[in-house]
């Protein structure tokens, strides 16, 4: 093609292509092939002029996405001719801003890379023990980003001018930290101090005085990415407790910080895909089955079989963990569910009392983001908190969201969705939004969302429960259409967006609660559903709730419903029922007059009243318990299962009292907790199975999604997918985006845009 002369093109690129080191790669890449021209980052993400001969012009474009960098999600290039100018030489061009973003992406924040770690340890750089050290590929991102265009004057990182020594690296085409924005170094970036309780600094090296805090069994709060943490040492056991008591009796399971994945391998059971989750640049808590003798305190997670485990992911928690050379607790710097403290003012006051000392620094969070938390179905990823790491990357759906879409997602675990174009953001998790200060974070985060995304909702989705705030937040925004979209439907359509089906399929929606299409509450559906709308066309036996809200917080008080809907006044001699035999008639008599006792045929309710009957949790500390809790019990030798009737009609019941008067029959006869347990997952299972069979036979559907947060549930899981394998069914199960609430936003943002036909 030599002689035809050179050409010149015009090139845009979309995707997560802005804060991952996309402009130097394109200067590196025109080196190579001999092209000139420039590059520069505008609010819809990267664009490039580039002259040369046609046939290095078409390489050099084919590796714009063959070749892009680690962090780099390219999902569109688009090329237009243009007139040549000649000239020579290949550069970044400043950057364009615009009144409406539309394509540019922000990156999730990523772990500290090797070549940065290299620097870290070695006493001959300048950036030896350097707490904020990153490059492109590497560090803060999301959690830094005010605005878009992506530069360092659009990040928390314009406090800090670059000294001589950065500002060459920033600018020289052949180093690694080439327009890596959050490029700093001790002489000019942020830096560490340690505070005392009082909020005076403490003297010496602060990573030295943390670390002999921890090591004398106090509490400290640090300041890492996504926000304000409070670390012990995971084997203090005194330390563990103190931490409890002081976040208000807190009962979840605390996550560890391991210092490599050798030391993690100490604590859990690491099968491949765990570590390769472990070590890579998202660095979320992996729960893995924990090893007898993992050197940490039991109070570190109670009642588990499985322990969180994570590695350090900034330079100020390698160094911490080198240090200490244990695993230490890593847990949200709150209180019990209020939102993760970001903000260095609010932090130090909320958090006075509950920590001992601070380890912080002068880099300002913008957007919070706790620690994502994963486990493994199967060799994949199956996310149950996306945050930190996850956020804000897009979900990619095959489908075009015809007008921009805000989905306000759900009450407890929310998050909420904006989406334009083919592209839906789901926010990092926000929380139970039942506090002023959740409800403060949800609404700053979408506002944040918002502005980078460029998006001005014109639709917003909510769910059909009127006394969600996210549904209240939703109703007050002006100069919208609102859609309501029921909530299991909503997580079977989170499902097929995660795989880009359109449905219809058949959905088994299994969770906590959600409010129903005929003002119950449900919580064990099969639907038969697309994107558009749903049918239930089964759903688990219905019981009341007696006192609602107690009895979430109260398992035993569904125990007390079934029991009660099975044996009637012949009720046999059952510990549960000696354990509460004060309340237990008034209980009773509420569940029968119905007062106050809303029916529910939730699945999460159903676990609930078999882990009471076991004799595994009468009374909750955090949602879920109790089902999380039956789980680690199950015994993987038991080979048993309850049968459960399905009882014929539209919609399909499946007899859930079955499973539990076989349970109570058990325990009465003096089965163990463990075998109880796995005879209830194997018996709800092959109901399921068999529900499902019946629903395909009628509809001629083969496919089925399988959503909802007792889906987390990895027991349950695997009977319900290996059963419909046998039967011969394609089964959707999550991956990326969370079963539970955490995943809801998305599905009702599809549900928004299929019904969006205005
Ligand atoms: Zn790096
Ligand atoms: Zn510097």
């Not at 539309?102 to 924040?109: C, Y």
């Not at 209020?338 to 912080?360: C, K, M, Q, T, W």
């Not at 957007?367 to 930190?388: H, I, M």
């Not at 359509?493 to 959600?514: N, Y």
Request: proline fraction near 7%; hydrophobic fraction near 45%; charged fraction near 20%.
């Amino acid at each position: 093609m030599s002689g035809t002369g050179a050409r010149r093109i015009r090139v845009r690129v979309e995707g997560l292509v802005q804060g991952v080191g996309f402009r130097p790669f394109v200067c590196g890449l025109a080196g190579a092939y001999g092209v000139s021209g420039f590059v520069g980052n505008d609010p819809g993400g990267v664009f490039i002029e580039a002259e040369g001969e046609p046939s290095t012009l078409d390489a050099f474009t084919a590796g714009l996405t063959g070749q892009a960098p680690p962090l780099a999600l390219v999902e569109r290039v688009s090329v237009e001719p243009a007139e040549p100018v000649g000239g020579s030489g290949f550069r970044i061009v400043a950057s364009r801003r615009g009144e409406q973003p539309d394509g540019a992406l922000v990156s999730p924040d990523a772990g500290t890379c090797a070549a940065c770690l290299r620097e870290l340890r070695d006493p001959g750089d300048r950036r030896h023990r350097y707490p904020f050290a990153n490059c492109t590929d590497c560090g803060p991102r999301f959690t830094i980003v005010t605005g878009v265009p992506y530069d360092r004057c659009a990040t928390t990182m314009t406090d800090f001018e670059m000294c001589a020594a950065c500002a060459r690296e920033y600018g020289d085409p052949g180093d690694r930290r080439f327009h890596a924005q959050p490029v700093c170094c001790p002489a000019c970036g942020p830096s560490l101090r340690a505070l005392g309780a009082d909020g005076l600094p403490a003297a010496g090296d602060p990573v030295e005085v943390a670390a002999g805090w921890l090591e004398a069994g106090r509490v400290v709060a640090i300041k890492g990415l996504g926000g304000y943490h409070l670390a012990v040492l995971a084997a203090d056991g005194a330390a563990v407790a103190l931490l409890r008591a002081r976040k208000r009796r807190e009962s979840r399971p605390f996550a560890v910080l391991a210092p490599d994945a050798a030391a993690a391998g100490t604590l859990v059971h690491l099968e491949p895909a765990a570590e390769r989750l472990l070590t890579g640049t998202s660095r979320p808590i992996v729960l893995a089955p924990r090893r007898r003798d993992a050197p940490v305190a039991g109070a570190v997670a109670p009642g588990a079989r499985e322990l969180g485990v994570m590695l350090p992911y900034t330079p100020l928690h390698h160094l911490l963990a080198e240090r200490l050379a244990v695993p230490y607790v890593l847990t949200s710097g709150n209180l019990t569910d209020e939102p993760i403290a970001y903000r260095d003012e609010e932090a130090l006051r909320r958090l006075a009392g509950v920590a001992d000392g601070f380890l912080v620094h002068d880099r300002r969070i913008e957007a919070p983001a706790d620690d994502s938390l994963v486990r493994v179905f199967r060799g994949r990823e199956l996310v149950v908190r996306r945050s930190r790491g996850y956020a804000p990357a897009p979900v990619g759906v095959p489908w075009r969201f015809p007008r921009p879409v805000l989905a306000c997602g759900a009450q407890l675990k929310n998050t909420f969705c904006v989406a334009r174009g083919n592209q839906a953001f789901l926010s990092q998790h926000i929380g139970d939004l039942e506090s002023y200060e959740t409800l403060r974070s949800f609404a700053e985060g979408v506002e944040h969302f918002c502005r980078i995304f460029g998006v001005r909702p014109a639709v917003v989705a909510h769910d059909l429960h009127p006394e969600y705030l996210s549904t209240a937040y939703a109703r007050d925004r002006e100069d919208v259409d609102l859609i309501a979209v029921q909530h299991h439907h909503a997580h079977i359509a989170s499902c097929l967006a995660e795989h880009g089906h359109g449905g219809p399929v058949i959905g088994v929606a299994f969770d906590g609660l959600g409010l129903g299409a005929d003002g119950t509450l449900w919580g064990g559906e099969l639907l038969v559903a697309d994107l558009v709308s749903f049918r239930r066309a089964g759903h688990l036996e219905a019981v009341p709730m007696p006192g609602g809200a107690a009895a979430v917080r109260q398992p035993w008080r569904m125990a007390a419903a079934w029991l009660d809907r099975i044996h009637g006044d012949a009720l046999p001699g059952l510990a549960v029922a000696g354990r509460h035999r004060e309340q237990w008639p008034a209980v009773v008599r509420m569940a029968r007059a119905g007062l106050n006792s809303p029916l529910t045929s939730s699945a999460g309710r159903l676990f609930d009243a078999v882990a009471a009957i076991a004799g595994v949790r009468d009374v909750i500390g955090y949602e879920g318990q109790a089902a999380a809790e039956l789980e680690a019990r199950v015994d993987p030798g038991e080979r048993g299962a309850y049968p459960a009737r399905l009882i014929e009609g539209e919609p399909l019941v499946i007899a859930a009292g079955d499973l539990v008067g076989a349970a109570a029959e058990d325990v009465a006869a003096g089965v163990d907790a463990g075998r109880v347990a796995a005879r209830f997952h194997r018996g709800l299972a092959a109901a399921v199975v068999r529900a499902v069979r019946v629903v395909g036979e009628g509809t001629g559907l083969r496919t089925v999604a399988l959503s909802g947060g007792v889906f987390q549930n990895t027991v349950l899981l695997e009977a319900v997918v290996s059963g419909l394998e046998r039967e011969r069914f394609r089964v959707l199960v999550h991956s990326r985006v969370p079963p539970g609430d955490g995943g809801i936003a998305l599905g009702q943002a599809v549900v928004a845009a299929a019904n969006d036909r205005r």
